[in-house]
């Protein structure tokens, strides 16, 4: 089945505890992507990348960090996480790059930070 | 940079009555425009996208949305509404670039 994994649903850490939030797609797509949700907010992406190692800024990068080393994988870094990014998180991907395709989305990351 | 306006950021509405969620974005250059569901505690589904021809597109769960470029407007239509429809709903919009921007969600609920 064509998807997008994410791992963990669901995590609760501390304020400065580095976590890995994993996102692997199964369909080849280039262009992967995360995004974060909040109430009142909408989606706002975080980072993105065009292909392997070709990662860019979003309109809300501070506090994280991304990779991309393999084609399917993308996963996204909280180096030293706060409450403020306490939220949900979604990866998405597409075929390339050029936005007429849509987005495959995987199931959500809710992240809690105390 | 787009940006995405969903009017109603609440909808209510009773089954098998029609209902529209409306969409504005900012820009008149060549956009593609893509309406997404997000059931409760799952990842956003692609419903239907306003590439480029007719300017009214057809989706999955008889949902249809009407491009009006003079009024750079997008909105979702459904002539008859089933409990199943209650989610939230997102509007996006690229312009052909590397970002999408997508507006900030209308709930819709549907009664019996």
């Known amino acids: 089945e064509a998807q997008v994994t994410q791992n963990p649903r669901y995590l609760i850490t501390v304020t400065g505890k580095k976590l890995t939030v994993t996102c692997s797609q199964n369909?080849?797509?280039?262009?992967m992507s995360w995004y974060r949700q909040d109430p009142g907010l909408g989606l706002r992406q975080i980072y993105y990348s065009m292909n392997v190692e070709v990662t860019d800024k979003g309109d809300v990068p501070e506090g994280y960090k991304v990779s991309r080393k393999e084609k399917r994988n993308f996963p996204l870094i909280l180096e030293s996480p706060s409450p403020n990014q306490t939220s949900l998180y979604f990866c998405?991907?597409?075929?390339?790059?050029?936005?007429?395709?849509?987005?495959?989305f995987g199931s959500g990351t809710r992240l809690t930070v105390v | 940079a787009q940006s995405v306006t969903q009017l109603d950021s609440q909808v209510p509405v009773f089954e098998e009555a029609p209902v529209e969620l409306r969409c504005n974005y900012s820009s008149s250059v060549s956009v593609y425009l893509f309406w997404y569901v997000q059931y409760p505690n799952q990842g956003l589904q692609l419903l239907l996208k306003y590439l480029s021809g007719s300017t009214l597109v057809k989706g999955i769960n008889g949902f249809e949305a009407e491009f009006n470029k003079s009024q750079t407007s997008f909105h979702l239509r459904k002539p008859s509404v089933h409990i199943s429809d209650t989610a939230e709903y997102f509007c996006a919009v690229s312009d052909s670039g590397n970002q999408f921007y997508f507006g900030t969600g209308t709930s819709l609920t549907v009664i019996p």
């Open positions: 369909m080849n797509h280039e262009y």
């Open positions: 998405a991907s597409s075929l390339f790059w050029g936005s007429d395709y849509g987005y495959t």
